[in-house]
């Protein structure tokens, strides 16, 4: 299933969170959207957002009355620019960025 949030009330939440010592920015993406458009999503099914492609991690996650889900997502085609390498537990580069949705 691809769908497009571009034609929907949408918010796309994008928390980070510094690991590793400061050596390492991670960034957890999290939709917000009407379960009615977009409850059927299942693990792999591909979201644009603003022109960014993302797949869903699980399944949407219901919260209050049902009307509004969460959906956890992952870049579907990570920068590779701003990936990261792990050495023996610390990251290569300091201050790299990894944008694939956790740790």
Do not use: H
């Not at 693990?43 to 957002?49: K, Q």
């Not at 492609?53 to 049902?66: H, I, L, N, V």
């Not at 990261?84 to 537990?89: Q, V, W």
Request: aromatic share 8%; glycine share 12%; with cysteine.
């Amino acid at each position: 299933m691809t769908s497009t949030a571009s034609a929907s009330l949408w918010i796309l939440d994008q928390n980070s969170e510094i690991i590793l010592g400061g050596e390492l920015t991670v960034i957890d993406y999290l939709l917000t959207v009407r379960t009615d458009q977009f409850g059927g999503l299942t693990y792999g099914d591909t979201v644009t957002v603003d022109g960014v492609s993302y797949k869903a991690e699980t399944q949407p996650q219901r919260f209050d009355d049902g009307a509004f889900c969460r959906v956890p997502l992952v870049k579907a085609d990570p920068d590779p620019a701003i990936d990261y390498i792990l050495d023996g537990g610390a990251a290569v580069a300091a201050g790299t960025i990894y944008d694939g949705g956790g740790a």
